[in-house]
Every structure is written in C-alpha cells, then in structure tokens.
C-alpha cells in the first residue's frame, strides 16, 4: 500500500507518539545527515542542525541562517526563515546555502525538481513553479496547483484544467481534465501501475503516461490502481475494475475504495464491522471473536491497517495482534496498541511504551521508549525522558539520545 509522505513538523511528532513508520528518504539521504532539532531557551521554539549515522555533528544547530530545517532529499536540505515570506532556499550536506531563501514556499527535490511559490507582482495568490538542483527555474510561476516529479512527468493545474509537464517544463500531456485536487485524498492524477484516474465533466476515466484514455470516464469516482484493480463508484455504490476497464466485483454497499494488498482488501460486513474481500468478491472469513480495526486518516481518507506484507492487524477483548491471508491467527492478540508491519518490523505499545516485533512475533526490540518511528532503511527514531537518537533494527543505539527532536521530513508536495 502507497505511503504517503508529507508532514509537517507537528505531523512529525504525532508520528513520533503514534509510532508510525515514516517513508523512506531518497537513496543514500538517510545514509549521509540526520536532521536534529534542540531547544535554547534563548530561542524561541528549536534551532536545527544535522548529525552523520555515527552521530558526528557535521551542520552545527543554528538558528541564524535558518530558523527551520527538513531533511534532505537528493543532495539538498529545504531550510527557511519561519517568520517571513520569501525566506525559502536550500543547503548542501556541506551546510552551504546553495540555492538562495527567495522562495514564498518550497518544497523537497524529487527526480531533480522541487516545486517553489511566488505571488506573482499585482497579483493576489501565489502560483508555483519548478526549480533544479542548482536553483534554476525550469518551468516558470504560473501554475495554479502542482506536484512532484514521478516517472518523469509533474501533475499541474492551470485555469482549472489539470495535465502533466516534463522535466523541462514543456507540456507532455495535455491541460484538458478537470482540476479536481480538492480530491487528493483519493489520489486524482497520480500514476500508479502505470495509470492515473482523471476527470472530465464530472466523469472519471484512466490515461497512460503518454496521455492516451485507456479507461473512458464514465465513473462518479475512481481510485488509483493497485495489484491491477482499482475501486470506482457509481450511483454511490463501489465496485473494482481491472486495467482494462471491466468490471471484476459489481459495484455494492460496504466497499470503501480501499486498495488491494496481497490479493485482499478492506470492506464493511455486517453489524458495521471490517473483514476482507479477495479479487474475485469473495469475503474472506476471520477467525471468530476477531475485530478488524481500520487506522482511519491518510490521503484516502482510511489509510487501512489491512494486509501489509501479508499479515492484518486484528483486536480480542481489548488487545491486538495479526492473522495471516488464511485468516488465522499468526502472531496472538497480546498488545495493547500495534501498527502496520514496515521491512518485516511492526511497531507494538505496552504499558504506553513502544517497541518492536518481527513476522513470527518475536520482541526485536524491547517495548522500552516513550516514542518510536522506523523512518528509513535501517533506522528507527526514538525518544525517552524527552530526548531523541536513533537506534538500529537490533536495538543497537546508533545516535545517543540527546537531542529534543529528529526531523526526517524533507516536505514533499505530495497533493495540492
């Protein structure tokens, strides 16, 4: 199941209590600084500064050239001035300020581009546009709505017309679909498994990546595809196409739009409560006295605990564990709170502190802090007696916890 990955730096720390698994930095990001946060009474909130895995500080916490921080993405580090307009730019793993704070907002790098905003002069609202690595504009401020790069192409809005630019910033796919971000919950105009439902008055279709209609829209709504089906609606009722626009399960009650994983997805069942459906429409039956409890929040609108690397979160009389695609039981209800499992861990809460377990139910790591967060390849953020470090997947302590905060958001413009 897709993640998403945009937080804002409260949102990072209610991922923090919750324990919820971040999204991966970009390739090698993780691997060179961490971004960490320390409060000064002389200073109003945190100064930010960036640490290496052996927990070396190499960008020294400051508040003068910045008085916020986010971690890096492909090479650069968004930093800006809190307390003014126009105060975004970007630093290198040097702490050089590489790319000039000039920006209203601004956003982490993805495939090379990150999309920045200015209010045009004698204009009202801001607009975005894209800027490289090196701070040149590659596609100018004028859009309406964007997002990041992805596969090449960028979704942008423009006159109320939504289509895709290329790297270069010329147009690849057409501005002719419905402006309809106000939707982003349900992913319009993100590709995925090489498709990407859009809209045109008032009807949801699918296109390729070289803009041609695979799926002609016909549909009230439509979600992303996953496993090769993806959930539409009709006459408020929800079904599943597969990539060639045929109806595999007929559209009915109880199908939230939830999307496959491990060939299953969430649905209501009666008396309210959640089971799950396989690709054909059959239900799949849960073990008696078992509750599925879905997470509800998310770009869908229900970021579903179903099946992540083939297990389900499942509660009994008050405590949670998971069964397996069979329904059965893999590891007992014995926690009072746990999470999704993330590179074959799973975050689980005791007596209000987290820890870690494995597939086979194995404690990894002891329920011993007050915070934890996988938040990339190997490394988990946690906190006790209110500071931060970060530990490995054995529970070895890597960064010594002694800092106020860990900042692995590097601000992606994931929805408008």
Known sequence: MKRSVCCLLGLAFWMLCLCIPMPALGEGDA???????????????????????????????????????????????????????????????AGNIVIE???????????????????PQGERYQKYGYIDLVGNVVSEIQWNEARNFSGGLACVVKDDKMGYIGPDGSIAIALEWDAVFNHHWNGVGEFSEGLAHVAKDGKYGYIDMDGNVVIEPQWDRAWA?????????????????????????EPREGIPGSEFSSGLVLVHVEDGEWGFMDMMGNALIVSDGLLIEPYWGGRMGLDEFGYTEGLALVQRDGKYGYINVDGNIAIEPQWDY??????????????????????????????????????????????????????????NVVIVLEWDGIQTDPWLQDCC
């Open 101 to 119: 704070r000039q920006w209203d907002h601004a956003y982490g790098f993805s495939e090379g581009r990150a999309v920045v905003t200015k209010v």
């Open 31 to 93: 691997g060179d600084l961490i971004c960490v946060m320390v409060s000064i009474e002389e200073y109003p909130g945190y100064v930010y500064g960036y640490v290496d895995l052996a927990g070396n500080v190499v960008i020294e916490p400051q508040g003068t050239e910045w008085t916020r921080a986010h971690a890096f993405s492909e090479g650069r580090a968004l930093v800006n001035d809190g307390y003014r307009m126009g105060g975004n730019g970007y630093i290198d793993t």
């Open 338 to 395: 746990a999470y999704a499992f993330s590179e074959g861990l799973a975050c689980v809460q005791k007596d209000g502190k987290y820890g870690y377990i494995d597939m086979a139910g194995n404690v990894v790591i002891e329920p011993e802090w007050e915070g934890a967060y996988m938040f990339s390849e190997g490394l988990i953020a946690v906190g006790k007696d209110g500071k931060w470090g970060c530990i490995d997947r054995a529970g």
């Open 225 to 249: 595809f996953s496993e090769g089906l993806a959930a539409v609606e009709k006459d408020g009722k929800r079904g599943y196409i597969d990539m060639a626009g045929n109806v595999v399960i």
